[in-house]
């Protein structure tokens, strides 16, 4: 136990490393020519362009647009999984009647119904929330049902015997029971409304991460679509981060690796 905390630090030296060990590779690569930076740039040239972008604001401007897309998106997708799925997890004729209508429009890809989505949402933000909410929904929905079935049967015999309501099976059985279930569809969750959001932008839409990477390909600007790619994987990482605190602060009692 005594070493845990140099194996520790340990750990968090290796994580900062890995990155940069790539980037350095890639700079080297690209020296030597064994890149080409014409399509693969380096990341001495994107530095180079995020700056300039990052000091005028536009950087700023088109991720906070981005984000607010993703975090209404991600609750209109996620507050109704998990009812849903805290609901077909207690109820078995509930269940088997949506169950297979989620397993039969699950697989179908998000970005194959945008048209459909444009018609019925029109070309402004409700489009691109409901695009990212409808894949949120479904990991959350399925990973909350799973959650509540998982629940070991003597809490709902327990809860049962003392006369537990319906609100009560939600709030103190289900709901707590199926929460490592939970956050686990809300992870994916995030993963996929920022997948989304970049296919949501890049039709219809005047500012954001998306669109920024779409601009960036219309004028042939490698570096202004890598810092728009960098930006969003530092911002999958961010919400990654934000939602294992609140998963410690929500379940401290579960074991973190």
């Known amino acids: 136990?005594?070493?845990?905390?140099?194996?520790?630090?340990?750990?968090?030296?290796?994580?900062?490393?890995?990155?940069?060990?790539?980037?350095?590779?890639?700079?080297?690569?690209?020296?030597?020519?064994?890149?080409?930076?014409?399509?693969?740039?380096?990341?001495?040239?994107?530095?180079?362009?995020?700056?300039?972008?990052?000091?005028?604001?536009?950087?700023?401007?088109?991720?906070?647009?981005?984000?607010?897309?993703?975090?209404?998106?991600?609750?209109a997708g996620a507050i109704p999984g998990i009812v849903l799925g805290m609901s077909m997890g207690l109820s078995p004729i509930l269940r088997s009647a949506i169950e297979p209508m989620i397993a039969a429009t699950y697989p179908i890809p998000k970005l194959a119904i945008m048209p459909l989505i444009l018609l019925i949402f029109g070309l402004g933000e409700a489009s691109k929330i409901f695009t990212i909410a409808i894949g949120v929904f479904y990991l959350v929905v399925i990973n909350t049902m799973a959650g509540v079935l998982n629940i070991d049967k003597i809490y709902i015999d327990v809860a049962k015997n003392f006369g537990a309501?319906?609100?009560?099976?939600?709030?103190?059985?289900?709901?707590?029971?199926?929460?490592?279930?939970?956050?686990?569809?809300?992870?994916?969750?995030?993963?996929?409304?920022?997948?989304?959001?970049?296919?949501?932008?890049?039709?219809?839409?005047?500012?954001?991460?998306?669109?920024?990477?779409?601009?960036?390909?219309?004028?042939?600007?490698?570096?202004?679509?890598?810092?728009?790619?960098m930006m969003l994987s530092v911002l999958g990482y961010l919400f990654s981060l934000l939602l294992d605190l609140i998963e410690r602060l929500v379940l401290p009692w579960k074991q973190q690796c």
Not at 31 to 37: C, G, L, N, Y
Not at 192 to 199: E, P, W
Not at 212 to 218: E, Q, S, T
């Open 1 to 75: 136990m005594a070493k845990l905390p140099h194996s520790n630090l340990i750990i968090r030296i290796l994580s900062v490393l890995s990155p940069l060990t790539i980037l350095l590779l890639w700079e080297f690569l690209t020296r030597i020519k064994a890149i080409d930076t014409r399509l693969f740039s380096s990341p001495s040239l994107i530095l180079q362009t995020f700056f300039p972008l990052l000091l005028s604001g536009d950087l700023l401007y088109n991720t906070f647009i981005s984000i607010q897309r993703v975090l209404w998106g991600f609750l």
């Open 165 to 229: 309501s319906r609100k009560d099976f939600y709030l103190t059985v289900a709901f707590p029971g199926a929460l490592p279930m939970i956050f686990a569809g809300l992870k994916l969750g995030m993963g996929m409304a920022l997948i989304l959001i970049v296919a949501a932008e890049l039709s219809a839409a005047k500012a954001g991460v998306g669109w920024m990477i779409w601009r960036a390909y219309d004028m042939f600007d490698i570096e202004q679509m890598f810092v728009a790619l």
